[in-house]
């Protein structure tokens, strides 16, 4: 999993300084009413740092075959990212995923097989709930950095 670990990190080190270039009066955009805006996609990746940091700590310890719901839409609009300091939102997104990727650095391979549950029906091996974080990761960055 280090290899993951390696890009996550190179992932939000390129990512960082991309997103402190965008212009503030582009970050709280809605291209619709029920889409998110930039503050908003960022604030989401923070939610998913939040929840997989939990699964993955859980799953090493055999204890994350159930797990609450993410109701993504929700979390995002209780914590009205939009309302947020884009430089704040982009440092704690960096450090997030920098802990992140330390955490999976200490995760032993026999743990890998252990079951994690995504909220997507049958829980999943941890090492699969690590490449779709690294996976959901650069697909929302490239949402944000594309426009």
Same mark, same amino acid.
């Given at each position: ?7 996550? $990190? ?22 619709? =009413?029920?889409? %998110? ?14 929840? @997989?940091?939990? $699964?993955?700590? $859980? ?8 797990? =609450? ?16 300091? %884009? ?26 097989? @252990? ?7 049958? =829980? ?10 690294? %996976? ?12």
């Amino acid at each position: 999993m280090n290899a993951v670990s390696d890009k996550i $990190r190179k992932a939000v080190q390129s990512a960082k300084p991309k997103l402190l270039m965008i212009a503030s009066d582009k970050v709280s955009v809605k291209a619709a =009413p029920a889409s %998110w805006s930039k503050k908003e996609i960022l604030g989401h990746l923070i939610d998913s740092a939040s929840f @997989n940091h939990q $699964r993955f700590v $859980r799953a090493a310890q055999n204890l994350a075959k159930e797990f =609450p719901l993410y109701d993504q839409n929700k979390y995002v609009e209780v914590q009205r990212y939009n309302e947020s300091d %884009w430089i704040s939102l982009v440092e704690l997104f960096y450090q997030y995923n920098m802990h992140i990727a330390y955490v999976i650095e200490c995760l032993k391979e026999d743990v890998m097989d @252990n079951l994690c549950s995504t909220g997507k029906g049958v =829980p999943a091996a941890l090492s699969s709930v690590i490449e779709d974080y690294l %996976w959901h990761l650069n697909h929302h960055l490239d949402k944000i950095l594309e426009q």
